[in-house]
């Protein structure tokens, strides 16, 4: 299918709607991890937390990732992409509400926890639902949507995280006749940072009410004529056939089993979707989403400037993931992953000796960490929600990606638990220089293993893991 088949009217409104309606799961999803950047040094402070305890309140979000993902791809692909993301949306609101009004730190981790199950629904779902919806050419910039999301919801919650602070700070008798209001606005504004999530959740929830169901969910459970008619409206009759003949040729010659991604071939699909993973929490890019305002304080730059040079790494990461969705079917997947990486490996090790060396100072660490933050956002940001839900068969597409980002959601759970204690035990520089070594590595990993699956159909790309004998297919 080429780019010109919905590249006007009414067919290319109803596609990128669709797909912008599904890539709010990732504005959630950026939102939730990241609006605890600004205030787990207050939580830290409220409830005389340990550093361990520190560790435990960032990663408990992320304990109910994993196990969001691991049910995301079951209940997808037994009740349907759309009704399982309203279930996310749901979780999304709970989590913001009950986080703002906890008590206690013991009633605070269950609130984040939700909201983590949320999040990894919507992390296996969101992605999955605009590649099945995407037609070949143009499916690398809608699956990009979704990265452009995620960095959309981290912008939201540093600006939000910051102007909150700034107003807590500059008006301490504001809504001193009403003490909730005072409490939640102004005495304990950490409060406010996460009630504000329960705005983008009631959006993503009415919109998804109104987008369809993915078009080849519908075909695989065999509600054909519904699956068609949305397939028609998305490329025109023509098109539509041509899909829909390889939608069902691809399902009759598979069983749906998980275990067949053990088969050779499939196996390396199974290896590079999870090393997609791993590798990209691994960058260390959560670690400054999550604590990006304490590193900036250890190089001696105060809360409330950190909170806006967050802001601005912020700025950063979604121009380049902007420009990113130009290039990635333009340029391919590769290129984009191999350059930025290496790119990755020099900036973490120049982050490191900034702390190593005594002449260090702030400004020239915020610029080291743009150049890192551009670089992740234009490579491995954008590469790995678009590469991951294509490389699966179908009929294993919803289970095979729980597998895929239920390995992401538990480095991520690992990274951030250790890394408050790792960097007061061995310093900030070798927290740096950790992440630069494992870069490297996953660079060379990329190379070898990651296919080019720019401008092949989902079906095109499974004959890819069919050939994988001859190992020089998969570049």
Partial sequence: MSNTTVASGKNIRYLVLSCLVASLGGLLFGFDTAVISGNVGMIEKYFSLSKLEVGWFTSSALIGCIFGALIAGTLGDKYGRRPVLLLSAFLFFISALFSAISPSFALLIPARIIGGIGV?????????????????????????????????????????NWFLLEYAQGNPEAFANNGLMHTVFIADVWRAMFGVEMIPAAVFFGLLLVVPESPRWLIQKGFSERGIYILKRISGGKASRSELENILESLSEKKGKLKDLLRPGLFTALLVGVGLSVFGQLTGINIIIYYGPNVLEDAGIQLGSALQYQVVLGVINLIFTILALFFIDRVGRRPLLLGGMSVLVLALLAAGLLFVSESSNGILLVIVLGVYIACFAFSIGAVIWVLTPEIFPNEVRGRAMSVAVFSNWLTNAGAAYLFPWYVANFGMHTGFFTFAAICF?????????????????LEEIEQIWGRVSDKRSLV
């Fill in 120 to 160: 990894g629904i919507a992390s296996v779902l969101s992605p999955m639902y605009i590649s099945e919806f995407s037609p070949p050419g143009i499916r690398g910039r809608l699956v990009a949507l979704y990265q452009l999301s995620i960095v959309t919801g981290i912008l939201f919650a540093y600006f939000s």
């Fill in 441 to 457: 590595i996953a660079t060379l990993f990329f190379w070898r293993f990651v296919p080019e699956t720019k401008g092949k159909s």
